[in-house]
């Protein structure tokens, strides 16, 4: 069975930094497009990263400068380095690839950011 398994997040302040992990199974990630998205209640779903199969990165604005997303194919794993967070990052943030016509989501571990 295809998963997606997220590590990482938690609390931090403004200013400090977190990790999210997205581990596949079952799928080679480096074969995908990974994306990072995250949505607060009331809020549209925003797609914060994403690294295609070719290495190609692309940002949301809001995040460019302060987010880098990157690929371990040993570890079959991709990353989300948060530098600089802000109170509006606060959000679950899921890790999403597709695979066989499907799309396939990691948990959504919360990130919180107080001031």
């Known amino acids: 069975q295809v998963q997606l398994v997220e590590a990482g997040g938690g609390s931090g302040q403004v200013g400090e930094s977190l990790r999210l992990a997205c581990t596949a199974s079952?799928?080679?990630?480096?074969?995908?497009?990974v994306s990072w998205y995250r949505q607060s209640p009331g809020k549209q779903r925003e797609d914060v990263a994403v690294v295609v199969s070719g290495g190609a990165r692309n940002y949301a604005d809001s995040v460019k400068g302060r987010f880098t997303i990157w690929r371990d194919n040993e570890k079959n794993t991709v990353f989300l380095q948060m530098n600089n967070l802000q109170p509006e990052d606060t959000a679950p943030y899921y890790c999403?690839?597709?695979?066989?016509?499907?799309?396939?989501w990691g948990q959504g571990p919360q990130v919180i950011v107080s001031s």
């Open positions: 999403k690839t597709p695979h066989r016509n499907r799309d396939y």
């Open positions: 079952r799928i080679v990630l480096s074969t995908n497009a």
